[in-house]
């Protein structure tokens, strides 16, 4: 099998693998990992179309799981002629390369250097990191010279928000930029979480066009955006809504210590929000810092943050940090009701 060109390892490993199947060029070997699940199961499709034809699935297409699998198992799978097709597909599910014992390792080192060309084998990491361990030196090389490691993020707006523009499209709906910008801040940015949505959203709204009340009725927010609403009703003097939000989450039987970290998370960003404001640094700064994919979050943390003082928000970080020090160390605290003292000593002193 042939090394890898330098200039394909410099491209982008996603463009390679669409250049990859717009091509018919399709490599031996890739690692697909990362968050955004939708896109890998899409693409893993895309191999399955590319290389299997229709009625010959039982011989040509084949899923292992990683548990238990050993590397002879894959061997011998992969070596498997195909039939009335050129290729065959293995697909490797959770099979951690890097804590495979090591003749194991030795193994998986030999079999990448020498996958039969009429298979393209697929390690998918799914309810598994992908970690690469620096030390192991050969396997590292190995994967590094005959396959193609392909990770998939959260997309761009750039591309996110098209790509909610013909979802609707396809369901006979319209929705305008900020409104589609809203629905990312509410339900996060994972096109996986988002395709439910959607579905749910188009089959609500009675009119042709999206609003911002059709999200609003049936989408499912994120932590992340309960926790702005509820710091945002906080700054606001808004006790009643707070009240509610926190309310909602302890309903869904949230662990008490995971609001807490994500109302944390939410207050020091609204801290460094603040400090851009006051050090005249802008919403791009925090894209940065935060490593946003859109400044729709970053502008609403600024308007946020124009309510509060530098102060506030310091004393606010502080009292977040005391209460998941005793959380983590007092057995008997009340968790719930410490949340709620919080969310009221934090709007006493919001001015």
């Known amino acids: 099998m042939a090394k890898q060109t330098s200039d394909a390892k410099k491209s982008g490993a996603l463009q390679k693998l669409k250049a990859d199947l717009a091509s018919g060029a399709v490599g031996c070997a890739y690692v697909f990992h990362g968050e955004e699940s939708y896109l890998r199961e899409y693409y893993l499709g895309e191999l399955r179309k590319a290389l299997v034809p229709a009625g010959f699935e039982e011989f040509n297409y084949h899923r292992l799981e990683g548990r238990d699998l050993t590397v002879q198992t894959i061997s011998e799978t992969a070596e498997a002629m195909p ?31 020498d996958i039969p060309p009429y298979c393209c084998v697929v390690f998918v990491y799914d309810t598994i990191p992908y970690s690469p361990n620096g030390t192991m030196k050969k396997l590292n090389k190995a994967i590094g010279d005959y396959v193609q490691v392909v990770e998939f993020k959260a997309a761009d707006s750039s591309d996110l928000i098209p790509w909610i523009v013909r979802r609707f499209r396809a369901l006979d709906k319209e929705i305008d930029r900020a409104t589609a910008e809203y629905l990312v801040f509410l339900c996060g940015g994972l096109m996986t979480g988002l395709v439910p949505e959607i579905q749910k959203i188009a089959a609500y709204a009675k009119g042709k066009t999206i609003t911002q009340k059709d999200i609003d009725a049936v989408a499912d927010p994120v932590l992340s955006a309960e926790t702005f609403k509820l710091t945002d009703a906080v700054i606001k003097g808004n006790r009643d809504r707070a009240a509610a939000i926190l309310g909602d989450l302890l309903k869904m039987q949230i662990e008490h210590r995971i609001i807490l970290g994500a109302l944390g998370s939410q207050i020091r960003r609204l801290y460094t929000a603040r400090i851009a404001i006051d050090s005249g640094k802008d919403k791009y700064w925090l894209m940065e810092l935060w490593g946003m994919k859109s400044d729709y979050q970053a502008k609403l943390l600024l308007n946020a943050a124009r309510q509060t003082t530098s102060d506030w928000c310091a004393d606010a970080v502080k009292q977040c940090q005391v209460l998941d020090r005793r959380m983590k160390s007092e057995n008997t605290i009340d968790e719930a009701g410490e949340l709620k003292l919080l969310l009221v000593r934090l709007g006493a002193r919001r001015v």
Not at 92 to 100: A, E, G, I, Q, S
């Open 83 to 113: 039939m009335m097709a050129e290729r065959t597909l293995v697909v490797v599910t959770d099979l951690d390369l890097f804590k495979m014992p090591e003749d194991q390792r030795e193994r998986m080192i030999a079999f990448l250097e």
